[in-house]
T-cell receptor, first 111, second 112 residues
């Protein structure tokens, strides 16, 4: 069975600062993908970043980057230069034989 | 514009009635999915389909049914057997399994 754990129910960050959201996962699949999705108040799920497990290099998308530690089964998301529009619920997800989501982390951005 | 549409955005039904949620995509994706989201929780998979006329149960399929007669459409029926149907329902699609899933705007179902 696959599991995804997000241990931080809520996080806060000052505008322009950096914040890291934690995620750990467990899967028996040898080939899998990891994702971070953002869900703003509109509730539309938006893909933030994607990481293939076979790639050692950490994925980066503009201000968003991940720290992928395969042996530790850890997949954290770093948001640099935080903006007010980054405020949302963030979900970590793992796709082995199916896509499994964590419970989410609410990110608040203070101006 | 390519995308996924779900209708209606809000749906109210009386207890004991079946209700069908619509999901349409024009992305030419083979795979489609239905998720349920409860307050403060992540998404849970109800059903998924990787090809027309074929679908599989997810983690919480009891009380739900689906059909996949066309590639573009994957409607979800919430039956009276579903004990607690009030929730936010999200439809998604992907090119194939393993690829990132693209989500519709969701339907908020409230059973009175």
């Amino acid at each position: 069975a696959q599991t995804v754990t997000q241990s931080q129910p809520e996080m806060s960050v000052q505008e322009a600062e950096t914040v890291t959201l934690s995620c750990t996962y467990d899967t028996s699949e040898s080939d899998y993908y990891l994702f971070w999705y953002k869900q703003p108040p509109s509730r539309q799920m938006i893909l933030v970043i994607r990481q293939e497990a076979y790639k050692q290099q950490n994925a980066t998308e503009n201000r968003f980057s991940v720290n992928f530690q395969k042996a530790a089964k850890s997949f954290s998301l770093k948001i640099s230069d935080s903006q007010l529009g980054d405020a949302a619920m963030y979900f970590c997800a793992a796709h082995g034989n199916k896509l499994v989501f964590g419970a989410g982390t609410i990110l608040r951005v203070k101006s | 514009d390519g995308g996924i549409t779900q209708s209606p955005k809000y749906l109210f039904r009386k207890e004991g009635q079946n209700v069908t949620l619509s999901c349409e995509q024009n992305l030419n994706h083979d795979a489609m999915y239905w998720y349920r989201q409860d307050p403060g929780q992540g998404l849970r998979l109800i059903y998924y389909s990787q090809i027309v006329n074929d679908f599989q149960k997810g983690d919480i399929a009891e009380g739900y049914s689906v059909s996949r007669e066309k590639k573009e459409s994957f409607p979800l029926t919430v039956t009276s057997a579903q004990k607690n149907p009030t929730a936010f329902y999200l439809c998604a699609s992907s090119i194939v399994s393993y690829n990132e899933q693209f989500f519709g705007p969701g339907t908020r179902l409230t059973v009175l």
